[in-house]
T-cell receptor, first 117, second 116 residues
Framework: AQKITQTQPGMFVQEKEAVTLDCTYDTSDPSYGLFWYKQPSSGEMIFLIYQGSYDQQNATEGRYSLNFQKARKSANLVISASQLGDSAMYFCAMRESSKGSWGKLQFGAGTQVVVTP | GAGVSQTPSNKVTEKGKYVELRCDPISGHTALYWYRQSLGQGPEFLIYFQGTGAADDSGLPNDRFFAVRPEGSVSTLKIQRTERGDSAVYLC??????????????FGPGTRLTVL
């Protein structure tokens, strides 16, 4: 079964607008972490933001915020004030901590974001 | 040093050959990870090391794949009897250690493997 689902294969967003990228996850592990990575056309994976399952507050990092809805098992990424440099592939990932493999990230299929002037 | 480095950046080989892919993690990082990314897909976990030992190798697809990290820094991913289906970008990442969280995995630029 798919652990991470990203239903939006691609999105266009205008510069300076906000964009929300959807991510739902599937786990029975009470302790887990959720991650977002950016992959520009150069290919390198860039860490954006992390949310732990026990964190009470939604994570924020600059223009990135994670809308964590635990009951719905969703972890959407919000990018505010989009810039042309935000054009990239965005991946949601999960780590299930209780199984003893805290290093294993499971990634979704990604969402391609194109920011237009 | 700087970031995670991987060599070679590109590798073309023939079906049935043996290949080695190298990863140099960020200095001081204790954990090292290997992923494989096929075209149009997210990275797929292969194996990770904590120090010299493989903490989880559940993602290695079969016994043709093997990875080592003998001194707890550089790692080599070894693929025997390569098949066309092994063609992908192989990503390495590292994390953890003094002043560094295990949450953020720092990725290298990848090795693009093409099996003809």
């Amino acid at each position: 079964a798919q652990k991470i689902t990203q239903t939006q294969p691609g999105m266009f967003v205008q510069e300076k607008e906000a964009v929300t990228l959807d991510c739902t996850y599937d786990t029975s592990d009470p302790s887990y972490g959720l991650f977002w990575y950016k992959q520009p056309s150069s290919g390198e994976m860039i860490f954006l933001i992390y949310q732990g399952s026990y964190d009470q507050q939604n994570a924020t990092e600059g223009r990135y915020s994670l809308n964590f809805q635990k009951a719905r098992k969703s972890a959407n990424l919000v990018i505010s004030a989009s810039q042309l440099g935000d054009s990239a592939m965005y991946f949601c990932a999960m780590r299930e901590s209780s199984k003893g493999s805290w290093g294993k990230l499971q990634f979704g299929a990604g969402t391609q974001v194109v920011v237009t002037p | 040093g700087a970031g995670v480095s991987q060599t070679p950046s590109n590798k073309v080989t023939e079906k049935g050959k043996y290949v080695e892919l190298r990863c140099d993690p960020i200095s001081g990082h204790t954990a090292l990870y290997w992923y494989r990314q096929s075209l149009g897909q997210g990275p797929e976990f292969l194996i990770y090391f904590q120090g010299t030992g493989a903490a989880d190798d559940s993602g290695l697809p079969n016994d043709r794949f093997f990875a080592v990290r003998p001194e707890g820094s550089v790692s080599t991913l070894k693929i025997q009897r390569t098949e066309r289906g092994d063609s992908a970008v192989y990503l390495c990442a590292s994390s953890g250690g003094k002043g560094s969280s295990y949450n953020e995995q720092f990725f290298g630029p990848g090795t693009r493997l093409t099996v003809l």
